[in-house]
């Protein structure tokens, strides 16, 4: 009866590994693209106001206006976006599910070689941080779903020390 229990346990451990692994895989995709804009809208601001006030652009004076009234609105988008807080919260998840697929794993390769009630302990644990983790309801957009799943089945995320990557078509 115990190792039943103890192997529906495991199996569930590597059923959580692989969710948490998918999410803050997305994640991270979703935090780079995130990162990326953050810098164009603290960037671009600073070389409209070069144009701006350049020499260069002072026969067409409808340049400086607009390269004017974009380093004077852009820095109100990014504002508005709150960019730089979704940027924290999104980094802060990314890692904490991350975290989860680490101890999910050990979880069902090292405490569940040990007493049953070690292992029912760990994984309730693990459950309410997960479930805590997904209360913040922060679902990545589609696209970054899919690119976290091209990026697990060609192997970015397969461990030397766990076996060479299963890509789709080696998957069986």
Same mark, same amino acid.
């Given at each position: 009866? =115990?190792?039943?229990?103890?192997?529906?346990?495991?199996?569930?451990?590597?059923?959580?590994?692989?969710?948490?692994? !998918?999410?803050?895989?997305?994640?991270?995709?979703?935090?780079?693209?995130?990162?990326?804009?953050?810098? /164009?809208?603290? $960037?671009?601001?600073?070389?409209?106001? @070069?144009? /701006?006030?350049?020499?260069?652009?002072?026969?067409?004076?409808?340049? $400086?206006?607009?390269?004017?009234? &974009?380093?004077?609105?852009?820095?109100?988008?990014?504002?508005?976006?709150?960019? #730089?807080? #979704?940027? $924290?919260?999104?980094?802060?998840?990314?890692?904490?599910?991350? %975290?989860?697929? =680490?101890?999910?794993?050990?979880?069902?390769?090292?405490? @569940? &070689?040990?007493?049953? #009630?070690?292992?029912?302990?760990?994984?309730? %644990?693990?459950?309410?941080?997960? #479930?805590? /983790?997904?209360? @913040? %309801?922060?679902?990545? *957009?589609?696209? !970054?779903?899919?690119? $976290?799943?091209?990026?697990?089945?060609?192997?970015? !995320?397969?461990?030397? @020390?766990?076996?060479? *990557?299963?890509?789709?078509?080696?998957?069986?």
């Amino acid at each position: 009866m =115990d190792v039943a229990v103890v192997e529906a346990l495991k199996h569930e451990c590597e059923r959580q590994e692989e969710s948490c692994l !998918y999410t803050s895989t997305a994640l991270f995709e979703w935090l780079k693209d995130l990162r990326l804009w953050r810098t /164009a809208f603290i $960037a671009l601001p600073i070389l409209c106001a @070069a144009v /701006a006030t350049s020499a260069l652009v002072k026969h067409w004076p409808w340049v $400086a206006g607009v390269a004017t009234f &974009l380093a004077g609105v852009l820095p109100a988008i990014f504002k508005a976006l709150d960019l #730089d807080r #979704d940027l $924290a919260v999104i980094t802060r998840f990314a890692n904490t599910f991350k %975290s989860l697929q =680490d101890r999910f794993r050990q979880a069902r390769n090292i405490t @569940a &070689l040990g007493e049953l #009630d070690e292992i029912k302990k760990e994984f309730a %644990s693990l459950r309410a941080r997960l #479930d805590d /983790a997904r209360m @913040a %309801s922060i679902p990545p *957009p589609e696209r !970054y779903f899919k690119r $976290a799943q091209d990026k697990i089945r060609k192997g970015h !995320y397969t461990f030397e @020390a766990d076996g060479s *990557p299963q890509t789709s078509e080696g998957a069986a």
